[in-house]
């Protein structure tokens, strides 16, 4: 198969190198053009992630670099030459994606990891493997804005897993209203959160996160009806706070299902969810959307974020909750750059391409 080449804005950032890293080798894609902000814009990729004052390579993926990657050019992201490119990822911060996103999407496909449109009633909001047929707006989108690309976007990442498990409790149970509280990995703020703040410590508020992760998930979990999305009108309660973790989003989840289940019948229903999507065998596609632990001391971050790429959502100590109706709680463990953002992205555009979506 001829490879379809693709551009990574914000190559630079930690989504943006996630991106990379799932692209090395890619049976699918080719990386044909990198970009960022204008402070890298003429370097190539390795001095431009080089830091100045102490010469460290500032690479957030484990491993090394692609070696094909480190000597192309950084482009800056406002005049990215788009000629041969089949399909934009942008992974930048998010006052830059709202003006730069509609530029590449007017004649490209362009999967985004970043905030600006998620919300636009003609945008899909998916995670692969949840909400795929949400990508039937798309030709709405197109009509609406006169594009003949589109934007697709990627939720926030501590939306990613509960949106997951959630989808999996309400296909089989039914759910009514959801108690989260969040322990989410420094990453999850991009690069430039300062060391000091959160060292030995926990972050009690993160600005505008509670409310996001309530709509996003309506909005995920709702139906796609004649050109637009109806909400999921579940009850969300959100505390979302940093840990002084590197990497992961942990997720304390209460839900109220709407038919009562035992345990086990949620386990099942948490283990079986999702095989349809895993089953096409997608490249970057985990073999299981989530992997449940019978081990109380599981999930843990540090254990469980990178088991299958990053790709699964690790689930523990699910047991009654028995305050609310039809109760039951669990831990979840997800990897907020990886499945949350710069893979999830990857296997969006896989999908993509398999579902006619990208011109080849
Ligand atoms: N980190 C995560 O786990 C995660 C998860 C889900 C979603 N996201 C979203 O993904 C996006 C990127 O996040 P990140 O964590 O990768 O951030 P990051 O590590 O801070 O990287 C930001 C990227 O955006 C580029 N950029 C900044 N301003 C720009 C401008 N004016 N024009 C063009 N490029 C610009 C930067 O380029 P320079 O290197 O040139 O500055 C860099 O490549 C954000 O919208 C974030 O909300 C992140």
């Given at each position: 198969m001829?490879?379809?080449?693709?551009?990574?804005?914000?190559?630079t950032g930690i989504a943006g190198q996630q991106v990379l890293s799932a692209l090395a080798d890619h049976p699918m894609f080719e990386v044909a053009a990198l970009a960022a902000s204008e402070r890298s814009a003429g370097r190539n990729f390795e001095q431009a992630i080089t830091d100045s004052q102490s010469g460290m390579l500032r690479w957030y993926v484990g491993g090394e670099p692609p070696t094909e990657a480190l000597a192309l050019e950084i482009q800056d992201a406002r005049s990215l030459r788009l000629d041969g490119v089949k399909l934009v990822f942008a992974a930048v911060e998010s006052e830059a994606a709202r003006e730069l996103e509609p530029l590449y999407a007017r004649h490209l496909p362009t999967v985004s990891t970043a905030r600006?449109?998620?919300?636009?009633?003609?945008v899909p909001l998916v995670i692969p493997g949840v909400n795929l047929d949400h990508l039937a707006i798309i030709g709405e989108q197109r009509k609406r804005r006169g594009w003949k690309g589109y934007i697709a976007t990627l939720p926030n990442c501590t939306a990613t897993g509960l949106a997951i498990t959630l989808k999996a409790l309400e296909q089989s149970f039914g759910v009514d209203a959801v108690v989260v509280t969040t322990m989410q990995g420094i990453s999850g703020a991009g690069r430039d959160l300062p060391a000091l703040d959160i060292v030995e410590n926990?972050?009690?508020?993160?600005?505008?996160?509670e409310e996001r992760v309530a709509i996003e998930t309506r909005k995920i979990l709702g139906r796609i009806g004649e050109g637009a999305i109806a909400d999921l009108p579940i009850k969300i309660s959100a505390t979302c706070t940093r840990a002084s973790v590197l990497a992961g989003h942990t997720e304390s989840v209460a839900v109220s299902l709407k038919q009562p289940a035992t345990i086990e019948q949620a386990i099942e229903a948490l283990e079986a969810y999702g095989r349809d999507f895993t089953s096409l065998g997608l490249p970057t596609s985990p073999r299981h959307m989530i992997t449940v632990h019978r081990n109380p001391m599981r999930p843990q971050p540090r254990l469980d974020r990178d088991t299958e790429n990053g790709m699964t959502t690790s689930v523990g100590r699910i047991r009654p909750d028995e305050v609310m109706p039809n109760g039951i709680k669990y831990l979840l463990v997800s990897h907020n750059a990886a499945m949350g953002a710069g893979r999830g992205a990857v296997l969006l555009a896989e999908y993509l391409v398999h579902a006619g979506l990208v011109s080849t």
């Open positions: 001829t490879k379809i080449p693709v551009a990574i804005v914000g190559a600006p449109y998620r919300m636009e009633p003609d926990i972050i009690p508020y993160i600005p505008r996160e």
